[in-house]
């Protein structure tokens, strides 16, 4: 069975930092391209990150400069390093999974990705 879990969300200010952690079971990761989405309220699910098989990684807009996805395969881990918080980062975030994808990809469409974990809720306030 393959399954997903996040973790790391809180609430934090603007400007503050959090590190989400995803860890998987059931395959192997390097088996795997990876995704990091998020959504808020009233908004569609968009892409933070994507990292490859090989270690290669694509941002979003939003996430560009700020942010860093990083993957530990032995430990089967993925990481969102989330840096210089705003107001506007405030959603559900989302790892993702696609099966037996070619090394190279860095998924940036949600329906690419086959498994989904359950998201952790990453809040930004003053």
């Known amino acids: 069975e393959v399954q997903l879990q996040a973790s790391g969300g809180g609430s934090v200010q603007p400007g503050d930092s959090l590190r989400l952690s995803c860890w998987v079971s059931?395959?192997?990761?390097?088996?795997?391209?990876m995704g990091w989405f998020r959504q808020a309220p009233g908004k569609e699910r968009e892409l933070v990150a994507a990292?490859?098989?090989?270690?290669?990684?694509v941002y979003g807009d939003s996430a560009r400069g700020r942010f860093t996805v990083s993957r530990d395969n032995a430990k089967k881990m993925v990481y969102l390093q989330m840096n210089s918080l705003k107001f506007d980062d405030t959603a559900v975030y989302f790892c993702?999974?696609?099966?037996?994808?070619?090394?190279?990809?860095?998924?940036?469409?949600?329906?690419?990705?086959?498994?989904w974990g359950q998201g952790t809720l990453v809040t930004v306030s003053s």
């Open positions: 059931g395959f192997a990761l390097d088996d795997y391209s």
């Open positions: 990292i490859s098989r090989g270690n290669s990684a």
């Open positions: 993702a999974a696609d099966v037996n994808a070619i090394y190279s990809n860095t998924p940036q469409d949600p329906a690419d990705y086959d498994y």
